[in-house]
């Protein structure tokens, strides 16, 4: 008996897992599991996602276009180096598949976001990961791991899940070092929570070189995870790759329509950016004082460290928590078994993470 066999590569593929998410014992559980906006949606995109209802028959713009020039307009780049997916997921996806197939190398940092192996993965390509220093990504060693072979570059800056950044100064000294046909992308999916002086989510090395794109996500600061909008900025060359490569209607009308209105709302914006550095800084301070590592982010999450102590290490506190209805990330998939990943919530949700791991520790 035969039956079909998919390429190589794609069976080696564990299965992404999400955030999960559920239910406490007393009730709807805090999802803290997802990097997710604690604040939701901006009241208007979600007003323009019921607007849009009464069109559900209609095909979407399969060129995003308003949302392209709304995007064009807010960081001043031309609609033309624009390309929106389903999730900054799809274009990362099309990216390795467009760029990288078998015998080929898709490369980044050892703790990087899982996205890039998998999709190294099922583009029947071998995926490289160079080690980090201190769960921070390390230019010389991603440099040094370049080989005839490497096609693409994948970097999260910030990354998740450590919640670590490269500067500016990093990153071009990153491309810098690689030869002309190795395609960097930077995914700068948390870049808006970033307050640091010396950071630069890649935008400028993006629209001036030939082999650099970096991709966006509207999942983030502007909570519309449910409706899978991201985008990609890029060379000329790369963002044709990118539409020959796409489905012809990639993004629903309903998500151009709510991320148009998301990115108009620059109070939401404020507002959800407050919230976290305010709270963010909060659960950093507070976890710390429970002598726990905490590791220094700049997104909207914290990579928190316990004992490898059993009964006391982070699978045990992550069954604690959901106990209790808080949900955190394990990130065991990320090689990072002894910590686990809290989003920052809403106030009373942080304040119930630090009052749950203070009994957990005692
Ligand atoms: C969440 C996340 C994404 C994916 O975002 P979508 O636009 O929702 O697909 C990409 N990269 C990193 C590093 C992320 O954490």
Redesign the pocket.
């Given at each position: 008996m035969s039956a079909p066999r998919p390429n190589s590569g794609i069976l080696e593929i564990s299965p992404y897992v999400g955030g999960k998410s559920g239910e406490g014992e007393s009730g709807r559980a805090a999802k803290l599991s997802a990097?997710e906006n604690a604040l939701g949606a901006s009241p208007k995109a979600v007003e323009a996602y019921r607007a849009a209802a009464t069109e559900l028959h209609r095909y979407p713009d399969g060129g995003s276009t308003a949302l392209r020039q709304a995007i064009g307009r807010r960081y001043n780049i031309g609609p033309e180096r624009i390309v929106c997916g389903a999730?900054?997921?799809e274009l990362i996806g099309l990216l390795t598949r467009a760029y990288a197939a078998g015998g080929d190398e898709v490369l980044y940092s050892a703790h990087g976001?899982l996205?890039y192996r998998l999709s190294a993965l099922a583009a029947g390509a071998t995926p490289v990961a160079a080690p980090e220093k201190r769960l921070r990504a390390d230019v010389d060693a991603l440099l040094a791991h370049v080989t005839s072979r490497t096609r693409i570059v994948y970097v999260?800056n910030p990354?998740?899940p450590t919640g670590s950044y490269l500067s500016g100064e990093e990153l071009r000294r990153l491309h810098a070092g690689l030869p002309e046909d190795v395609l960097l992308v930077i995914?700068a999916?948390?870049a808006e929570f970033v307050e640091a002086e010396d950071y630069d989510s890649g935008l400028a090395l993006a629209l001036e070189h030939e082999n650099v794109v970096m991709t966006r996500?509207f999942?983030?600061l502007h909570g519309l995870?449910a409706l899978?909008v991201?985008w990609a900025a890029g060379s000329r060359s790369a963002i044709d790759v990118l539409n020959r490569t796409r489905g012809p209607f990639n993004v629903g009308h309903p998500s151009q329509a709510a991320a148009i209105a998301a990115m108009e709302d620059l109070e939401h914006q404020k507002r959800s950016l407050a919230h976290n550095r305010e709270w963010l800084a909060w659960l950093a301070r507070e976890l710390a004082a429970l002598d726990l590592t905490v590791h220094p982010s700049v997104g909207n999450f914290l990579l928190v460290e316990f004992t490898r102590e059993s009964g006391r290490d982070a699978s045990a506190a992550a069954a604690f928590l959901e106990k209790r209805g808080i949900i955190p990330r394990e990130v065991g998939g990320y090689g990072l078994g002894h910590c686990l990943r809290i989003s920052v919530g809403l106030e009373e949700e942080n304040r119930r993470v630090v009052e749950i791991l203070r009994e957990f520790l005692q």
């Open positions: 990097n999730g900054s997921d976001f996205m999260a990354n998740n995914d999916a948390y996500t999942s983030k995870a899978r991201g």
